[in-house]
């Protein structure tokens, strides 16, 4: 690490020259355990990622975000619109997770499942080194010609268009993919837009903007600031081991660490933003360690605690707080998915109305019906009321026939006996049945005129 590099590491990212111009990183290759690991890790993702809407579990795709007919498959089960409070307290639990993940483990995400990473070091900067060599010091061991690096960029923009068609096959499914290449470009000319938008910007991404999306415009990272503290599990130096360097400390100050970072930092500077948690320095000092036969691990995954006090905990009032919170979220899940009905039912009084007196010994009133389908079988809307019991009704359609995914929407007249109404108002409660079976119940109020008025 230069001493000029120490003026300035905390004044801008180091891909910003001090005249605010772009600099370009170019890292060294890693190798080592925990590349082979993040290697691993990354290639089995991208397997899910192309795999997950095309493999079916019970006849669905084990995942398919069917925005068209409002229907999701996620793990092989089939959530509809409808759905919103599952929906919403999965949406709740995922936040959550990650905000406790990141208190214990610091940005362990970015540098092992975040798509751009994965993306930008397992596919770009690898078709980058076959070009270009690995780096030596930022210095380039091949020079390709004109032709080569015009090569290079068509295969950018190969790799792109083929997993942007992927992300777009996630709400289409395979089949629905595969029409749309059949088809005449005309009728899915707003797919082939949009096909078109997502690749030259993701094609621009990797080849050009590359690590500033972490460094400068990823808000994730701009969260770890308010999220971690001493006891955050990150990519540490151990500086007392380390220090001083060249002399006393294991540190030999060979700068390893720095040509392999894929965002140009110093790790021996302390814990910064711009670090994805990769672990790329920790393989290279291990190396230098093994070479110099010191003790491995002088860069290794701990918290600044752990390294000041020698002992390891993760356990502080928020690291409780969260987790309280997301056994609460995830006992609310388990609840609402045991819970959850094949059909959603509302009863609801016409708003503006009373009572109407049918004749001199019968009174009724007048409810809105909305019944709505929540499964993919076609069901067969039959009604009863169960309070009062087997109450005469009259509903214009009927029996109620739902479809996949189908609503009902209707007036419904409910009748009384003017001597069966003790108080001005009665409960209803009304009873949901496809064929025999009840699917679900749903309640209101029936209105009547006061007992002696």
């Known amino acids: ?121 397992m596919i770009f900067r690898r078709i980058e080194y076959l070009f270009h060599g690995n780096y030596q010091r930022g210095r380039r061991s091949k020079f390709p010609g004109r032709v080569a690096l015009a090569l290079k960029h068509v295969i950018y923009f190969v790799v792109v268009l083929f997993f942007t068609n992927v992300f777009i096959m996630w709400f289409t499914g395979l089949s629905g993919l595969i029409l749309i290449w059949k088809s005449p470009l005309i009728d899915y000319w707003q797919v082939y837009a949009a096909m078109l938008v997502v690749t030259v910007f993701y094609y621009w991404i990797y080849a050009y903007v590359r690590e500033s999306v972490c460094t400068l415009f990823c808000p994730y990272g701009r969260m770890q ?67 110099m036969k010191r003790a491995p691990n002088l860069i290794r995954f701990a918290s600044n605690y752990s390294i000041e006090t020698g002992k390891s905990s993760i356990k502080n009032l928020r690291t409780f707080a969260y987790s309280a919170v997301l056994l609460v979220l995830l006992s609310a899940l388990v609840v609402s998915l045991w819970g959850r009905t094949e059909v959603d039912a509302s009863l609801l009084r016409m708003p503006g109305t009373m009572y109407q007196e049918v004749s001199v010994d019968s ?44 609503s009902f929407d209707g007036v419904i007249v409910l009748k009384r006996a003017r001597f069966d109404m003790k108080k001005g108002n009665a409960p209803v409660e009304l009873g949901i049945y496809d064929e025999e079976r009840m699917l679900e119940t749903t309640k209101a109020t029936f209105i009547g005129p006061k007992p002696g008025s």
Not at 4 to 29: L, S, W
Not at 67 to 83: C, E, N, P
Not at 244 to 272: A, E, F, H
Not at 363 to 372: D, R
């Open 1 to 121: 690490m230069t001493s000029k590099q120490n003026k300035t590491f905390r004044e801008r990212p180091d891909n910003i020259d001090e005249h605010g111009k772009r600099k370009r990183i170019k890292a060294r290759q890693p190798k080592g355990k925990w590349y082979t690991r993040r290697t691993i890790v990354a290639f089995s993702l991208l397997l899910f990622f192309v795999l997950a809407p095309i493999i079916k579990v019970g006849g669905n795709p084990f995942m398919l975000l069917d925005i068209v007919h409002r229907k999701f498959h996620l793990m092989g089960a089939t959530v509809y619109s409808q759905d919103g409070d599952i929906m919403a307290i999965v949406m709740a639990t995922v936040v959550v997770f990650v905000v406790l993940f990141t208190v214990v483990f610091g940005r362990f995400w970015c540098g092992w499942a975040c798509p751009h990473t994965v993306f930008m070091e």
């Open 363 to 406: 009174i009724s009133n007048i409810y809105q019906l909305k019944i709505v389908n929540k499964t993919e079988g076609v069901k067969n809307i039959r009604l009863k009321f169960l309070k009062p019991k087997n109450s005469a009704f009259f509903l214009s359609e009927y029996p109620i026939v739902l479809s996949e995914d189908g």
């Open 225 to 291: 600031g308010v999220l971690m503290d001493a006891k955050t599990i990150t990519v540490a130096y151990d500086y007392k081991r380390g220090e001083p360097r060249r002399l006393k400390g294991d540190c030999v100050d060979c700068g390893g660490c720095v040509v392999v970072c894929p965002t140009g930092i110093d790790i021996r500077n302390g814990t910064q933003l711009e670090c994805v948690n990769c672990t790329a320095c920790i393989d290279e000092c291990n190396i230098i360690m093994k070479r």
